[in-house]
């Protein structure tokens, strides 16, 4: 199969692959607890790809030109067994790139198996070094020790650099970035600010709730001077600087105030074999009806082509009332 390009010329370059909905974290911006609650019916386990499942739509994809996959959640260290999965994974011809999204809190643990079985890297959310803060935004009370005990034990497993991920909303952790900044600094591994995003329909976003890039890249460089860094790919969804001093880098992902879809090259696969091909999507198509219906190689590989053939999705780019009021699936489910 030829690699394929959607409505405006992008090609299919990565998948993120979800391999569970469910978390051990209920953060307020992605699985806020008055939602995703006790009587919460989360998928159940025949809903889910199988292992095997999911290695055979990797092939389809890498066949469409896939180059990278990123395993996500939910948290996807809830899966058991799941170093089986990369193993899996990274025998697939195409494939050059595996990485996983994590909260890091069972990360010490299984850092080296992961490694071993063939992933190449992690990023890991942290919000805030201070425990109040964080407990607030993970509402589980987990403190940020155990996030950072996961953070050095993949960069010690050959994991790193390490890529820390902080969702920043005013007035809940924007005041914990120069702390981010500081500690990260000269570690070798990334600290990447996001901008607070209206994914899904839960989390209450408002766009006053928002910290421009702009705005917390001028906070880190007063106290450290910054300058940018040319993009290593198109497609690269952070826009990245380094310190004048030698200390590191720093990302800063914008999608509310600099929208990137014109370069975006990603497709989301559900737990359940559903294939998103935005974010913001509010529709995913089923791959696993077929799948389990006895559908070829050549039929997956077609029906892929023709969904990201059809592809027109630039939703940060139009972000209007219309689009915001329009129904989204979850971050949870998909994976962010």
């Known amino acids: 199969m030829e690699p394929v390009t959607d409505t ?16 051990n974290f209920r953060c307020v911006y992605c699985m806020p607890k008055e939602v995703f609650g006790h009587d919460f019916e989360f998928l159940r386990r025949s809903q889910i790809l199988t292992f095997e499942e999911i290695e055979r739509l990797a092939r389809m994809f890498a066949g469409a030109g896939v180059r990278k996959l990123r395993l996500t959640g939910g948290e996807p260290l809830l899966r058991r067994d799941l170093e089986r999965l990369v193993a899996m994974l990274a025998a697939v011809p195409g494939i050059e790139d595996i990485a996983m999204t994590t909260n890091g809190v069972l990360l010490a643990r299984k850092a080296q198996a992961l490694a071993d079985a063939g992933l190449h890297r992690v990023t890991v959310s942290l919000d805030s070094l201070d425990d109040d803060v964080f407990a607030a935004v993970n509402d589980v009370g987990v403190p940020a020790a155990r996030v950072l005990e996961g953070i050095e034990a993949a960069a010690a497993a050959g994991l790193g650099p390490v890529k820390v991920n902080m969702v920043v909303k005013r007035g809940l952790n924007d005041t914990s970035i120069l702390e981010m900044a500081g500690h990260f600094r000269g570690t070798g591994h990334v600290l990447r600010l996001i901008e607070y ?8 976003w408002r766009l006053d709730d928002v910290v421009p890039a702009a705005e917390m890249v001028a ?3 007063a106290e450290w001077p910054l300058e940018p860094v040319e993009s290593a790919y198109r497609g690269e969804v952070a826009n990245r600087y380094r310190y004048r001093d030698g200390g590191g880098e720093i990302g800063v992902i914008a999608s509310v105030t600099q929208p990137f879809c014109r370069d975006c090259t990603r497709a989301r696969l559900s737990a359940d074999g559903r294939l998103y091909t935005c974010l913001f999507a509010n529709v995913g198509r089923d791959l696993r009806g077929p799948l389990r219906a006895g559908a070829s190689d050549a039929d997956l590989e077609a029906l892929i082509g023709r969904i990201w053939g ?3 999705d630039r939703y940060s780019e139009l972000r209007t009332a219309e689009t915001r009021e329009s129904p989204r699936v979850e971050m949870s489910y998909i994976g962010g």
């Open 8 to 23: 405006f010329a992008r090609p299919l370059h990565d998948l993120r692959i979800s391999v569970t909905d469910r978390c």
């Open 197 to 204: 995003m209206d994914v899904g329909a839960s989390n209450g």
């Open 219 to 221: 906070a880190i460089g």
């Open 310 to 312: 059809r592809r027109g």
